[in-house]
């Protein structure tokens, strides 16, 4: 059974830092991309960040480049999100996701709340 599995999200200040971590399993996903997306309260799912499994290359929206950072380590199966100088509009359901590309999703995490506080 495949999964993704979101945890380290919280309430923190304006300007604080979280990292949110993705546990993945179930199989291989060496030839996947990995994604975060979050969705504010009455607003559409957005594209956060991405990166190859096994790549390096790094891809964010405009929103929060400079301030957050995806990485992975591969010998835990983790895919990370560090958040930094957060801002109250960073608050969020954070969703871990896994596919081909970043519009053609093949799993979904079920998601951890991010609260910033002004």
């Known amino acids: 059974q495949v999964q993704l599995v979101e945890s380290g999200g919280g309430l923190v200040q304006a300007g604080g830092s979280l990292r949110l971590s993705c546990a993945a399993s179930?199989?291989?996903?060496?030839?996947?991309?990995m994604g975060w997306f979050r969705q504010a309260p009455g607003k559409e799912r957005e594209f956060v960040a991405a990166m190859p499994w096994s790549g390096i290359t790094t891809y964010y929206t405009d929103s929060v480049k400079g301030r957050f950072t995806i990485s992975s380590d591969n010998a835990k199966n983790t895919v990370y999100l560090q958040m930094n100088s957060l801002k109250p509009e960073d608050t969020a359901v954070y969703y871990c996701a896994a596919g081909a590309t970043m519009t053609n999703i093949d799993y979904w995490g079920k998601g951890t709340l991010v609260t910033v506080s002004s």
């Open positions: 179930g199989r291989t996903f060496s030839t996947y991309r």
